[in-house]
């Protein structure tokens, strides 16, 4: 009798823990997989949950997550980690593709990216992270609050408008910030999105000089 009651506590702690989620909004499809083994899309679904799986095919897509935007390339792949709404805290695996993380005050969500053995601290602003075929990360700062870190090195803040590469044999680099945009990154800039808010305001990104502005309108 002890023994099923364990069993049956356990499943309520995982289950509690599994349906911890976030509504959504997409433009184009985002296919999910999520940890019972459905498959869905995003744009026939307004939630993600903890465990769940996100990737793009052929399209790029942008999903909406309050007042916060994610911006998939084409061909490119996450898992949700995991969600805590009472911290604000959710956790990403970044498993291939491009990205565009905007991280917005208004949410006060903060966003923590795990790319192969590093974290990346997202707290404010706007980050593209690449991880590339030959396994080196790439990762462009716009004007951002930002912290990366492995398990055996402190954290390291990431200074804005700064383009850094990481590759499998070396530590990270800094490098001169000759980035290029590419057009994944001005369509998921120009792009006007009607997010929910007191005052039905829309939020729109724009660059001038390489920096991104985002904010109501």
Known sequence: MKISYKIIFLFLCHLKFAVASQNIKSENNIFILD?????????????????DFLKTTNNA?????????????????????FIDNK?????IIVLKGKFIFFVNQLSGFKYNLEINKYNIENNLGSIFVSKNLNN???????????YIYN???KKTKLNSNSLYIFSPKASFKKHTNNYKESDFLKK????????????????????VNNKISCGYQ
């Open 188 to 207: 998921c800039l120009i792009q006007k999105h009607t997010f929910s808010s007191p005052n039905n305001l829309t939020y729109q990104c724009s660059v």
């Open 35 to 51: 940890i019972y083994g459905k498959r869905y899309l995003s744009t026939k679904n307004n939630k993600i949950k903890t465990g």
């Open 61 to 81: 897509a942008i999903l909406l997550i309050d007042n916060d935007k994610i911006c998939f390339s084409k061909n490119s792949s996450i898992k949700i980690k």
């Open 87 to 91: 911290k604000k805290l959710m956790k």
């Open 136 to 146: 080196s990360i790439s990762i462009k700062t716009f004007k951002v609050e930002a």
């Open 151 to 153: 398990n055996s090195s």
